[in-house]
């Protein structure tokens, strides 16, 4: 069974860049037809899905995001991650990755999903 994990600093600071990294198990990011996706949800709203890689190493994005998002991988290390440029208040949220075979990943019952980290967005 595949299990995602998330990490990263849990404190940003405005103008700076948001890293985060999933660390999955249990599967590999090579594993053809699954998409590894970074979704979001701030305070007081609903899910926004951010991006995504696929097993090809092909990446999609969010066109509200699109300018500011990169999402890559290490084989290495069996991860992939995000980083978000230009940060404002405005992203600070509850960072999640998911696995999934469809995108974009718009509700927690597509795929499998990391337990999601708070990221705050403060000077």
């Known amino acids: 069974q595949v299990q995602l994990q998330e990490s990263g600093p849990g404190l940003v600071k405005p103008s700076q860049t948001l890293s985060l990294a999933c660390t999955v198990s249990g599967g590999s990011i090579t594993t053809n037809y699954y998409y590894w996706n970074w979704i979001r949800q701030p305070p007081g709203k609903g899910l926004e899905w951010m991006g995504a890689i696929a097993w090809s190493g092909n990446t999609y994005y969010s066109p509200s995001l699109k300018s500011r998002t990169s999402i890559s991988r290490d084989l290495s290390k069996n991860q992939f991650t995000l980083q978000l440029s230009s940060v404002t208040p405005e992203d600070t949220a509850v960072y999640y990755c998911?696995?999934?075979?469809?995108?974009?990943?718009?509700?927690?019952?597509?795929?499998?999903w990391g337990q999601g980290t708070q990221v705050t967005v403060s000077s």
């Open positions: 998911a696995r999934s075979n469809t995108i974009p990943v718009l509700t927690t019952t597509q795929g499998s």
